[in-house]
């Protein structure tokens, strides 16, 4: 876009926001600009710049698809007339005639703009329409050859030797256990981290992209994981961080915010309450929020890092479309999930990474679930879900007629010694509501509580802590970790109390514990002295797990305890989980995966509506009945 003569800043700012079917008005300088609609005057001296003039610049920005008339113009201002006919020939763009120079100024409401030229000579008027914009980028695809690429963190080496090629228009899944290296190598592609060796090719030339940014401007968006949301700002906000629109006075235009937003949701097949603060809103919600933003970058590659960890079915199928569209158009998506279903019904290659090395690339048709779990973990996984042995003694804790209006309601449920009592339910149904609520981080209105026999009152998180309660999260980074301390302080903190001497903590007595736990979970890191933010996501969350282990629980609350976990770290928590329960420990366990809490279940509590729905015995348990359940069935 020219920045310079008669396309200045505002009409170049207009031009560039342009959709399909949007209008601008341009017009002598006498004409009249309806209230509501933007008004540019471009009137530097007497008859300067000319109507035409202006036509002509706007022309060679805007794909243009029809121009209105008034027919006063080929009447009363034959010379106009004849120079449209130059600039706009009929067999190039629709012509519309109006009825008169009225109806012209009536459908200025529904223009973008009206743009005032300095033309003083009568009915030098006309609406232009904007037609299918299609940018160079979105044209000029983009092929990324990763070759050789090594990376260490001090004596940690991560990454060694690793090769990636991702081709125009190729959904592209890479795959691995946590740890293997997947998210440091998209983080050195797109500038957040430099390589110690390798190089990276992109259409042929060799780059190194500065920092993030750098990379989003040369068409690299990347999603990630864990989420950047500012829960303080609206969803709308959260949109545009950086380079909102401004009107002519410089202030942010929320305005032209909402019409950007609404067009890219419109376009995804998704709605998002825009006024509404992110913070309040569930994990699923936040994460199509953050997947919408990076969206709106228009990328020729999307990395995309375990984006369906949180969403809904409808928001997964959402998600497919749009990768769908975005392959069509020739944008290539690097789709980081360990959701095997997923990875082979919507992805043409698979690359596996095992221990920062590039085990295989293969194409999906050409390839099985098993070739590729054995890649993945290095051994052939003979039993998925282990084989629940232990029987389930007495009812250790109880739930009657648990109330929070408007959220649940008549909640009443018990778990037995040595038990898992899975729960299920759809996307915002209740399930994790009811469980903050028994732990005491959110209120209840009534309800009792019985814990081996005996009613307790939970008020806070400590008072349930105090009765031999743990609850892991599902969203480990803002609420199971203080991403900031060493994983060994994270470990030991719910247990400080036991390790410390006369209020003093014993280092020693801390360190062996955290290392014990550590191990014992499968942690992998060079030293538990490292931040548990340098971990990846599911590393951090054996650490959250571990810390709760540590507090040896009667009562372990589990929401969503393998989200964005790799297919041999799910099987290390799930032997764990059989562990405790042989201890005697009880476990609540809150997952969106049917064949996960079929799996792993003595019994299965579904929620409908903030209802219990019914509970169903393992023996009889089928992902048909519980979704029927969870769908307000019978």
């Known amino acids: 876009m020219n920045k310079y003569g008669i396309l200045n800043s505002s009409i170049a700012k207009v031009l560039a926001d342009l959709g399909h079917t949007d209008k601008i008005c341009i017009g002598d300088c006498g004409l009249p600009v309806p209230n509501g609609v933007e008004k540019i005057d471009l009137a530097l001296r007497f008859g300067e710049p000319l109507f035409i003039e202006v036509v002509k610049e706007v022309a060679k920005n805007m ?27 009929e067999d190039k763009v629709e012509w519309v005639m109006l009825k008169d120079h009225e109806q012209l100024k009536a459908m200025e409401k529904d223009c973008k703009t009206v743009i005032r030229t300095g033309e003083v000579t009568p009915f030098s008027n006309i609406i232009l329409q904007s037609g299918v914009i299609f940018f160079e980028r979105n044209l000029k695809y983009m092929d990324i050859n990763m070759v050789g690429i090594c990376k260490s963190f001090g004596t940690n080496k991560v990454l060694g030797g690793v090769n990636l090629h991702i081709r125009p228009g190729e959904v592209h899944a890479l795959m691995g256990e946590n740890g293997a290296g997947k998210s440091t190598l998209m983080n050195i592609l797109t500038g957040i981290h430099k390589a110690d060796a390798g190089t990276i090719l992109v259409d042929g030339k060799e780059v190194t992209f500065q920092n993030n940014k750098d990379a989003e401007e040369h068409g690299i968006a990347f999603i990630h994981q864990e989420l950047n949301i500012w829960p303080n700002l609206s969803v709308l906000e959260n949109l545009f961080p950086t380079n909102q629109p401004r009107t002519r006075l410089g202030l942010i235009d929320f305005k032209e915010m909402r019409r950007r937003a609404e067009a890219k949701c419109k376009e995804i097949g998704i709605e998002l309450p825009l006024d509404a603060i992110a913070g309040s809103w569930s994990v699923g919600q936040q994460q199509m929020t953050e997947i919408t933003r990076n969206l709106m970058l228009d990328a020729k590659t999307v990395i995309m890092d375990e984006p369906t960890a949180a969403l809904t079915e409808r928001e997964t199928d959402s998600l497919f ?69 232990n029987v389930p003694g007495d009812e250790v804790f109880r739930v009657e007629n648990f109330t929070q209006p408007g959220v649940f309601r008549d909640v009443s449920f018990s778990v037995r010694k040595g038990e898992i009592l ?43 802590i105090n009765h031999g309660f743990g609850f892991i999260t599902e969203n480990r980074k803002s609420e199971g970790l203080i991403l900031d301390f060493s994983i060994g302080k994270n470990i030991a903190l719910p247990s400080e109390e036991r390790l410390a001497k006369g209020h003093v903590i014993n280092a020693k007595a801390e360190r062996d514990f955290s290392e014990e736990l550590s191990h014992r979970l499968g942690v992998k890191a060079q030293s538990i002295d490292l931040a ?26 589990l929401d ?37 809490v079929i799996g792993m279940s003595d019994r299965i509590m579904v929620i409908h509506e903030g ?24």
Request: some cysteine.
């Open 63 to 89: 794909q243009i698809e029809k121009i209105y008339l008034a027919p006063e113009t080929a009447s009363k201002n034959p010379k106009q007339w004849e120079a449209l006919k130059e600039v706009f020939p």
């Open 321 to 389: 479309a749009v990768m769908k569209t975005l392959k069509n158009n020739g944008v290539s998506v690097i789709y980081i999930s360990h959701r095997m279903e997923e990875v082979f019904n919507n992805c043409d290659t698979i690359t596996v990474m095992r221990d920062g090395q590039t085990i295989s690339t293969r194409p999906t048709e050409e390839t099985g679930m098993d070739q590729i779990v054995n890649d993945m973990v290095g051994r052939v996984m003979s039993e998925y879900y282990p084989v629940r042995t």
């Open 422 to 464: 899975g729960v299920a339910g759809l996307m915002g149904a209740g399930r994790t509501e009811i469980m903050r609520a028994i732990f005491g981080v959110d209120p209840h209105e009534s309800g009792k509580l019985y814990l081996e026999g005996k009613e307790i009152t939970i008020k806070k998180p400590l008072d349930a």
């Open 532 to 557: 548990a933010s340098t971990l990846s996501g599911g590393n951090q969350q054996k650490v959250v797990i571990a810390k709760w282990v540590g507090m040896h629980p009667k009562l372990l609350i």
């Open 560 to 596: 969503e305890p393998t989200r964005g976990i790799d297919i041999g770290a799910k099987k290390d928590i799930y032997d764990l989980m059989n562990e405790l329960t042989a201890k005697g420990v009880s476990i609540i366990m809150v997952s969106s995966e049917l064949p996960e």
């Open 611 to 634: 209802r219990v729905a019914g509970i169903v015995d393992h023996k009889d348990a089928t992902q048909t009945r519980i979704m029927t359940l969870a769908t307000g069935g019978e």
